[in-house]
């Protein structure tokens, strides 16, 4: 089974702050690992994805997010916060070799960028 | 390009009503799924459509719950009746297919049981 872990339910930083977002995840296989980031009452809107090659993945909106194997993490991160960066972020994993697979969300992580 | 479309964005409705969730996703993509996501949660998927054909709807609630995509683009998803644990957002995605495509959101429905 795969499943992801986000173990913080709330992240606070200020302005102009460099941010963090740690997720976790376990699979039998390679990954596919995904970031996504919902504001209120809007669906989920896609930031970034890690299919294969260079572990550190560049997103939207400045947003970028390191694979890290031996640790089976994939944390998202920003240099530099915006207050519009305050929002709910979900970290997702798909099994690369399992086309079946269905895509798992870890229990998400709200982001508050204090001015 | 439109994004992916769902109707109605909210619903209140009394318990053992029946309820349906209209999703028109994404022109092209030919992979579309409904997810439930709980207040605080992430989403977890009821179902998810390979054209017309559900492939995998291992966690859909069949006593109560029914989904469609009967010419592989629009998609409903039913409940009936509906009981106040219902109650949460029902999203709608899409994506080409392919498991290391992402997946496109709707804004969802709210749905409210009292």
Known sequence: ?115 | EAGVVQSPRYKIIEKKQPVAFWCNPISGHNTLYWYLQNLGQGPELLIRYENEEAVDDSQLPKDRFSAERLKGVDSTLKIQPAELGDSAVYLCASSLGLSRNEQFFGPGTRLTVL
């Open chain 1, 1 to 115: 089974a795969q499943s992801v872990a986000q173990p913080e339910d709330q992240v606070n930083v200020a302005e102009g702050n460099p941010l963090t977002v740690k997720c976790t995840y376990s699979v039998s296989g390679n990954p596919y690992l995904f970031w996504y980031v919902q504001y209120p009452n809007r669906g989920l809107q896609f930031l970034l994805k890690y299919i294969t090659g260079d572990n550190l993945v560049k997103g939207s909106y400045g947003f970028e997010a390191e694979f890290n194997k031996s640790q089976t993490s994939f944390h998202l991160k920003k240099p530099s916060a915006l207050v519009s960066d305050s929002a709910l972020y979900f970290c997702a994993v798909r099994e690369r070799n399992n086309a079946g697979n269905m895509l798992t969300f870890g229990g998400g992580t709200r982001l508050m960028v204090k001015p």
